[in-house]
């Protein structure tokens, strides 16, 4: 049988996948099968409201993961991102990559599975990329960085030459982080702001140069 797509979580990122996923022209060998979400009223509204007609499959707690489903998560903050997408592999859920097809990907890159590169997104050489990272809109990752599991850098993001972002940090709009810098787990770099030295787990860097929220 075709494998089936399924995205976990039904909001506004979502509808944008769907989307990428309309725009991969040569379809790849599996068929859109549809969407899981927790809120499934919610899901099916938001869906609906906005013209997208797919159907939520049923919830993510509930579901039993058949052996052609193949699944990617959409979900945006990077806790909830691994959280959902780990208890879906516990129940052994096979994870598949959207790659969009204007996204440039360079040699010798290493890439993992569950992973969401979207229009205009340039990752260039030798980056390493870890399970169900999302790389929005014109985002870059540039030669030699490390992209943890979970994390999520939204659109516009740059993540310069040997530059580290740990497991499930999260990268605001326009964000970036220069050469070397090494973002501890679950860290938050704000809209705009620009890491030039390491960050440290948990933390929110906001501004220019950042500054810890805490401090
Ligand atoms: C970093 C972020 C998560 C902080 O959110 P928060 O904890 O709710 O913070 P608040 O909105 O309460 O703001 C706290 C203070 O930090 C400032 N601040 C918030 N985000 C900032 C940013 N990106 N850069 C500089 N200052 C910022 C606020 O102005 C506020 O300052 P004040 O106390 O002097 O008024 C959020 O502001 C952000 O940048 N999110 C990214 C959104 C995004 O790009 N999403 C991707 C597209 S969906």
């Not at 999520?152 to 993001?157: E, F, Q, V």
Request: glycine share 14%; net charge negative.
């Amino acid at each position: 049988m075709t494998p089936r797509l399924i995205l976990l979580g039904a909001g506004d990122f979502a509808r944008e996948v769907i989307w990428l996923v309309s725009e991969m022209a040569t379809t790849p060998d599996w068929e859109f099968g549809g969407l899981l979400d927790d809120d499934r009223e919610r899901a099916a509204q938001i869906l609906s409201s906005n013209g997208f007609g797919q159907r939520v499959l049923g919830t993510i707690d509930n579901y039993i993961p058949q052996q052609d489903d193949r699944f990617v998560c959409t979900i945006g903050n990077p806790k909830a991102k691994l959280a959902v997408s780990e208890r879906i592999a516990a129940r052994d859920g096979k994870f598949v990559n959207l790659i969009h097809p204007s996204a440039a990907i360079g040699p010798g890159c290493i890439l993992g599975s569950g992973i969401i590169v979207c229009r205009s997104a340039v990752i260039t050489t030798n980056v390493v990329i870890g399970n169900h990272v999302h790389i929005n809109l014109a985002a870059t990752c540039g030669h030699d960085t490390v992209i943890g599991d979970g994390c999520t850098l939204s659109a516009h993001c740059d993540v310069t030459g040997h530059a580290t972002l740990e497991r499930g940090v999260f990268l605001g709009s326009h964000a970036s982080v220069t050469p070397g810098v090494r973002v501890g787990e679950y860290a938050v770099v704000g809209a705009g702001s620009v890491a030039f030295r390491n960050v440290g787990g948990g933390q929110t860097l906001l501004g220019v140069p950042g500054k810890s929220l805490l401090s």
